[in-house]
């Protein structure tokens, strides 16, 4: 969780790390580089290629108990606008909204990321093994 672009619906993610290559949308294009956040050690760099349906999910232990949060959007094209594997995604629901819920329901600033809308099912999963969830990103 990066940036806000609140006027549009959209925030920026990014992996500064080893992103998983089959992402990239020119694969001739992925490079290393000196990670900007440590400095101490290497970057995969390259925009994204997904579009679409996405989900991103945030699992947190909180006073006792597992929660997990998630955020259902969609990929938009994606430059490289920040060290690492951008990926910029819009939402349904306004930015500041998200961020509040997040903040309301004690979400980390780490996310994983999937092509698809997992949101139904990982709500099941949640409600079968007793774990606490929140959704953002979409209005029901």
Known sequence: WLRM???QGDVLFSHCGAG???????????????????KDGLAVCYATALRGPVTLANLMMGQGDLRLAVLS????RTVLDYEGTPL????????????QG???CGAGHHWNGAGGDFTRELGLLCEWSGIGFSKFGTRD
Not at 73 to 76: D, K, M, N, Q, S
Not at 88 to 99: A, N, T
Request: charged share 30%; net charge positive; hydrophobic share 40%.
């Open 102 to 104: 997040m903040v309301k």
């Open 5 to 7: 672009y609140p006027k």
């Open 88 to 99: 910029r995604v819009h939402f349904k629901e306004g930015v500041p909204s998200i961020l």
């Open 20 to 38: 998983a290559f089959s992402l990239a949308a020119k694969p001739k294009e992925v490079c290393l580089r000196c990670s900007i956040e440590t």
């Open 73 to 76: 959007g969609r990929a938009r």
